[in-house]
């Protein structure tokens, strides 16, 4: 998996470390809410450079939105990129 990270104005690629993150999908069978059978829970793990762990749990519905946005937010980013270095070639 790869993470794009902002540092004064340079972009930086760099690569998860195996084990640095985990991932499932739990679905529920059996509740006594009943609107809540049957809806897959999405449960990250991070592992941070502290060595703290940190969990996320979010909703199918709720993954699908966090990710369509950090999609946007790529591309906005590529875009001022492209438009910082044409300026930048122009002067």
């Not at 059978?37 to 060595?51: K, R, W």
């Not at 990710?67 to 980013?77: D, P, Q």
Request: glycine share 2%.
């Amino acid at each position: 998996m790869w993470v794009t990270a902002v540092h004064d104005q340079e972009m930086e690629v760099t690569n998860f470390e195996e084990g640095s993150l985990k991932w499932r999908i739990d679905i529920i069978i059996s509740s006594r809410d009943l609107s809540r059978i049957l809806e897959p829970v999405i449960c990250l793990e991070f592992n941070l450079d502290s060595g703290e762990r940190q969990s996320v749990e979010m909703p199918v519905s709720k993954f699908h939105s966090l990710r369509h946005s950090i999609a946007l937010l790529l591309k906005e980013m590529e875009t001022v990129n492209q438009r910082l270095a044409s300026i930048k070639s122009a002067t």
